[in-house]
């Protein structure tokens, strides 16, 4: 199933590079059941620390990387699925559909959970933005790009463009990407919003000495509020406890959906380079090098918190955010690879199982947070208790998704 493929198998079509890719990268299965684990223990309260909550506004903490960590990770798993699909005959349009089908349900089951934080059931208060419904969309198009312009058989001959054979192959999709980048840009900074600064990026509230108090997110908060109306969006962003804002702004609204779509294509790079290099010192080369976008995401915040052009910033996903984290991705990704794949100095346990069943432990833990035994009301309130606490719920999912392993259930959408 396209949910958590991180196989390669399927009908030969050269029998060499079967032999290659028989089997799963197990190593994605281990980043996604790290990014999945830490995503459940950052949301049951991370020990009530500073640096597992998300940041007010600029800047970023551990918080911060697990979402677009598995968004990345999609993209990596995607690239060798649909290839995978691809070349076992099944049709583009075929293929097309199962994406169009499991893009809808992600957004679909994001609503149904959205409803179980409106206490009154309400749907004139329904939050219609969120963690899956942004998987969902970012899902659809970078599929939908690879289902219509991925070659079923990857080109593996010598030569001088061998180097950038990843990037060969995808050029269409590239470019597609790239004004997909550029809209955002212009958006973020040219589109006038109504008694706002144009380009405004800040939180609004107190930011700034009051100046612009209703301007949260900028051109960002102002397109979900005219898309979706106020009550239809997060109504407690993490800037309003700092910056005492007074207008709702959703971190998972339509224009970071964009940069979203860039972040899950430097997954799918990933993934592509696993199918296009034969050896484990040419995929970790190719990873590292991609890493160096980095310095990218340095310069555009002037390698400071709130000073640069773009700043670092998970509630707008950021240009400077998004390939901040990717790079982080890239490197952590290659660790995995070695010490997993290449090497087998680690079996992945027991995130392996976490990553194997990552929508069940995501819309299990987002039903059960406040239920016992995952969650109880603590007594002392310390940082002890509430990291003994959210340790427990987490390791809890971790043995249901041991026990699903061990009984070889696994469900995906």
Request: aromatic share 14%.
């Amino acid at each position: 199933d396209l949910g958590s493929p991180s196989s390669t198998d399927g009908p030969p079509l050269i029998r060499s590079e079967v032999a290659r890719l028989r089997g799963r990268v197990k190593s994605l299965d281990v980043f996604r059941g790290i990014s999945i684990s830490l995503m459940i223990f950052v949301n049951y309260g991370g020990g009530h620390y500073w640096f597992f909550k998300h940041t007010p506004w600029n800047g970023l903490t551990v918080a911060d990387l697990v979402f677009p960590w598995f968004l990345w990770i999609m993209g990596a798993s995607m690239a060798i699925s649909l290839r995978s699909y691809l070349r076992s005959c099944i049709s583009r349009k075929r293929l097309f559909l199962r994406v169009l089908l499991r893009s809808v349900t992600l957004v679909a089951l994001g609503v149904i959970l959205n409803s179980s934080g409106n206490k009154k059931n309400s749907i004139t208060n329904l939050r219609l933005p969120g963690v899956l419904q942004r998987i969902g969309l970012a899902y659809f198009v970078v599929a939908s790009l690879e289902t219509v312009f991925m070659k079923p058989q990857g080109s593996f001959e010598y030569g001088n463009w061998l180097v950038v054979q990843d990037l060969l192959e995808s050029w269409v999709q590239w470019l597609i990407i790239l004004a997909l980048t550029i809209t955002h840009i212009l958006l973020t900074f040219m589109m006038p919003v109504p008694n706002c600064p144009t380009g405004y990026l800040g939180p609004g509230g107190l930011h700034n000495h009051s100046s612009s108090p209703n301007c949260t997110g900028g051109a960002a908060g102002y397109i979900d509020r005219m898309v979706f109306g106020e009550r239809h969006i997060y109504q407690h962003p993490t800037c309003r406890p700092v910056y005492e804002t007074v207008i709702p702004y959703d971190p998972e609204g339509l224009l970071g959906t964009l940069t979203s779509i860039l972040l899950v294509y430097l997954g799918v790079q990933a993934g592509r380079i696993i199918l296009c290099y034969h050896y484990t010192s040419s995929r970790i080369a190719r990873w590292a090098l991609t890493c160096g976008r980095s310095h990218l995401a340095g310069i555009l915040c002037d390698f400071s918190k709130n000073d640069g052009v773009v700043p670092v910033n998970k509630n707008l996903w950021s240009l400077s955010f998004v390939l901040g984290v990717a790079s982080t991705a890239f490197l952590l990704q290659s660790f995995l690879y070695f010490i997993v794949d290449a090497k087998n100095w680690w079996s992945g346990s027991p995130f392996h199982y976490a990553g194997m069943n990552s929508i069940v432990l995501y819309i299990g833990h987002e039903v059960t947070k406040n239920l016992f035994p995952w969650s109880w009301q603590p007594y002392y309130r310390s940082h002890e208790e509430y990291l003994a606490m959210n340790l427990w719920g987490t390791t809890l999912w971790m043995l249901i998704a041991f026990v699903l392993y061990k009984k070889n259930v696994f469900v995906t959408v």
